[in-house]
């Protein structure tokens, strides 16, 4: 608050500031009808002294900000969620190896529980993974392009991965090859068990260069 | 040039600003005049948090309660950010009477500031209204059982009552539709008409100034800004304090158990509304709507005439006492049922008991919530829970005649086997030594048809031949059906050759002998087991547990079936929480 009003007060011969000398509690007693309305001219008594009025002002100053800063802080806390602790990825039952043809990719829905805040849905189609056979081993790439997260798929030539909203371009074992994509395809863990692919779903940040697992 | 000087050039901000803190205060800065600034500043931390809340919270059936507990439970700072709120609200009820009373007392509404009285009004109506639409927000027991009670109310109202109710519901039953619009009400509607009204209260409070005390009248005035505003802050702070203190206290706002609309809750409203709940007790059903809406109403238009029937220029307040005696009526009145209302609760047990399993419900409906809810919603989630379905099943279905723990009749009142450490070693010995004990088949249409092994038959012929079963084979057999029951036989041991030998005369075993033999002992195979005990549960009588003649209509008293009752799901349920409990109150 650094404005003092006695500056600008076009009638302010005596600042209004300086007028208190009696004790406050007996100030100037200004004859007034008993008050049936009208609005008090403002100009006829000031209550407090100067250095009070500074003291007063500073303790105003700061309680204000005490008032402001005891909802501010717990807003901001509320507003700023925790990182969630990063949960190891699980492995996945996707598809039979059987059902895979030898370097053809396939892309396959993975399954599972998602949380999201305070639900928690089973059994719920979690995103999809480009799977690729090589004899007994198989290669899996996430379906999210690393760019801006569209889901790649395979061009019409069938000689490589397409993402279809800003053309870029990688090769079937997912290296970048065109297009505005800042990193290779997301490799993801896959092994086989029992005859069973299975995959360890994790998604990563897009659109940057290196790979960071979205928490 | 500064940017204060540059801004000011442009808005004038500094004169406004310089307006707003030389506001004149007649009569000098009193600690009386608080309690508008005190409201503000409380509905000020209510927006606040109130927006806070709305980035989390989700109004529907399936969603609110969860949104509310991860609000409490899992976000950071959520606990405090509602805490905030709940107590917030309640302390401008507070305030509310604080700045009536006030007002009342200085006469502040008498000419010329009648209109501001009834802008002041109306402000409470918006308040109150808040607290009320606020209340069923986070659907919990408590929120849906007082909403329940209130649009109840307003459908009791005549002519439109009905309509009215239908329009608060958003259809004929609570649902999506009521939370939608006591929400819409709750964070547009209401709020919006309490800042526009705010508006025109303070815009009028300027035109007329403070009402001074009369007596000290303008004796000295002085500007708003330090001292009086100095005093309104520092109200303001304490009454922050005290909403953070009983947030830390109570460790953020409470939340009852999901709403159940098939439970008993023993339903209570807010504190401020509690007088006008005990005043139900006293009012016939037809009339209710007189008092419950009637009362408050003529309250309020008392309220609305007063500064037009007080028409006396002088606030001296001897003259008014009478005016004001309806007023002090009112609050001692009031006052006097709220504590009627609270002493009532405090020395009724059925109700403390009530409110102690709907808080033990509520503490594992947070428990299983926080693991996760099904989309379903919680009431789902509680269904499925056997620690909290188990119970209640039982203490429907089964507490009639069976004693379990603390469920159950009293003993003399016991027409069924008490269930405590049924499945154990102990149980089977117990039954070996004597199957006719008051809390085993004593008190059943059973009774006399089990032998004991230990004890002779009364038949003195029979008696000369008897031999008691040595206490080691005793052991053995309760060993082997323990076993069965816990789900983890041991087949082959000597128990189960022993049964063979002594016992399936009369029991069955391995579904022999066929079911049309007259002899009603239960199957042994599995006894207790999860399996039995479902299958016992669906259907005493089906062959699985007991053969069709032990559970004869003749034999009076006998165990219903519960399968055309009580889904699957439910039944293993029961059976799976029933065989848990006894196990573990076995003494």
């Avoid at chain 1, 011969?13 to 009696?22: G, I, L, Q, S, T």
């Avoid at chain 2, 309660?65 to 401008?92: C, D, K």
């Avoid at chain 2, 989309?375 to 509680?382: S, T, V, W």
């Avoid at chain 2, 009752?565 to 848990?580: H, V």
Wanted: aromatic share 8%.
């Amino acid at each position: 608050m650094g404005n003092d009003p006695a500056n600008d007060d076009g009638d302010a011969k005596a600042p209004r500031d300086a007028v208190e000398v009696a004790p406050p509690r007996e100030a100037v007693t200004v004859p007034s009808p008993r008050d049936a309305g009208q609005v008090m001219p403002p100009r006829q008594v000031a209550a407090v002294a100067p250095p009070r009025r500074r003291v007063l002002g500073v303790l105003v100053g700061a309680g204000s900000a005490a008032y402001a800063g005891a909802l501010a802080w717990p807003a901001t806390r509320f507003l700023t969620p925790a990182e969630a602790p990063r949960a190891e990825a699980a492995f996945v039952r996707v598809v039979r190896l059987d059902a895979l043809e030898e370097a053809v990719p396939v892309r396959v829905r993975v399954r599972g529980d998602r949380r999201d805040a305070f639900t928690v849905t089973r059994e719920l189609t979690l995103g999809s993974v480009w799977l690729r056979r090589t004899g007994n081993d198989v290669t899996a790439l996430s379906a999210e392009c690393p760019h801006l997260g569209c889901a790649v798929a395979v061009t019409e030539d069938r000689k490589a991965f397409g993402c279809p909203c800003h053309t870029s371009r990688f090769s079937l074992a997912g290296a970048a090859e065109s297009g505005p994509s800042p990193r290779a395809m997301d490799p993801l863990l896959a092994r086989v068990v029992d005859g069973w692919v299975e995959v360890a779903f994790v998604r990563y940040r897009h659109g940057s260069q290196h790979r960071e697992v979205r928490g | 040039m500064s940017l204060g000087d540059f801004l000011d050039e442009r808005t004038g901000y500094r004169k406004l600003t310089r307006e707003l803190l030389d506001e004149p205060v007649h009569g000098g800065a009193r600690w009386a005049y608080v309690w508008g600034s005190a409201l503000t500043l409380s509905f000020v931390v209510q927006a606040v948090t109130g927006l806070l809340l709305m980035t989390a919270y989700q109004p529907s059936a399936t969603t609110a309660w969860s949104s509310v507990m991860y609000i409490s439970h899992e976000l950071r700072a959520g606990w405090l950010i509602r805490g905030l709120h709940h107590y917030g609200a309640q302390a401008m009820v507070v305030l509310l009477g604080a700045h009536l009373g006030q007002t009342a007392l200085y006469g502040a509404y008498k000419k010329p500031r009648e209109l501001n009285w009834l802008l002041g009004l109306a402000l409470m109506g918006l308040t109150l209204a808040l607290a009320l639409t606020g209340y069923l927000l986070p659907w919990d027991q408590k929120g849906y059982w007082a909403t329940r009670v209130a649009t109840n109310i307003a459908g009791s109202l005549p002519l439109a009552g009905a309509a009215i109710q239908r329009a608060l519901l958003g259809g004929a039953d609570y649902g999506h539709l009521t939370l939608t619009r006591f929400y819409a009400l709750h964070v547009g509607l209401l709020p919006a008409l309490l800042v526009l009204l705010l508006a025109g209260h303070v815009a009028l409070f300027k035109r007329h100034g403070v009402t001074a005390r009369e007596g000290a009248v303008a004796a000295r005035t002085e500007p708003f800004y330090p001292r009086q505003l100095g005093r309104d802050l520092a109200v303001g702070l304490v009454v922050l304090a005290a909403l953070f203190a009983l947030t830390l206290r109570h460790h953020g706002a409470p939340l009852d158990a999901p709403a159940d609309p098939a439970s008993d809750y023993p339903a209570r409203p807010e504190w401020y509304f509690l007088a006008l709940f005990e005043l139900l007790k006293f009012v016939p059903g037809d009339i209710e709507w007189m008092a419950a809406v009637g009362i408050p109403l003529a309250l309020g238009g008392y309220l609305i005439a007063l500064p037009f029937l007080d028409r006396e220029p002088s606030r001296r307040l001897r003259p008014r006492l009478l005016l004001l005696a309806p007023l002090a009526l009112a609050f001692v009145a009031a006052a006097a049922l709220t504590s009627s209302s609270l002493l009532a609760d405090a020395g009724d047990s059925g109700y403390q008991a009530a409110r102690v399993h709907s808080d033990a419900r509520a503490a594992r409906a947070v428990e299983l919530a926080r693991r996760g809810v099904p989309p379903e919603g919680p009431l789902a989630m509680l269904a499925a829970d056997p620690e909290t379905r188990g119970p209640e099943l039982f203490a429907q279905r089964c507490a009639s005649c069976h004693r379990l723990g603390t469920l159950g009749p009293s003993a003399d009142k016991l027409t069924a086997p008490t269930l405590d450490g049924f499945g154990t070693e102990r149980f089977v010995l117990a039954l070996l030594d004597d199957p006719d004990a008051p809390e085993l088949f004593g008190k059943t249409p059973f009774k006399g048809m089990m032998v004991s092994f230990t004890r002779p038959p009364a038949d003195p012929a029979l008696a000369a031949d008897f031999v008691p079963m040595p206490l080691e084979d005793r052991t053995a057999i309760a060993k082997f059906l323990a076993a069965e029951a816990r789900g983890t036989p041991r087949p082959g041991s000597r128990g189960e050759i022993l049964i063979k030998q002594h016992c399936t005369s009369c029991h069955r075993f391995d579904h022999n002998p066929p079911l049309d033999e007259s002899s009603l002992g239960p199957e042994l195979r599995g006894w207790g087991s999860l399996a039995w005990t479902t299958a016992h549960l669906a259907n005493p009588g089906s062959g699985a547990s007991y053969p069709q003649g032990a559970m004869a209509k003749d034999l009076e008293g006998h165990m219903p079936a519960f399968e055309e009752e009580l889904s699957p799901a439910e039944l293993s349920l029961l059976a799976s929480w029933t065989l848990n409990e006894a196990a573990r109150v076995a003494p």
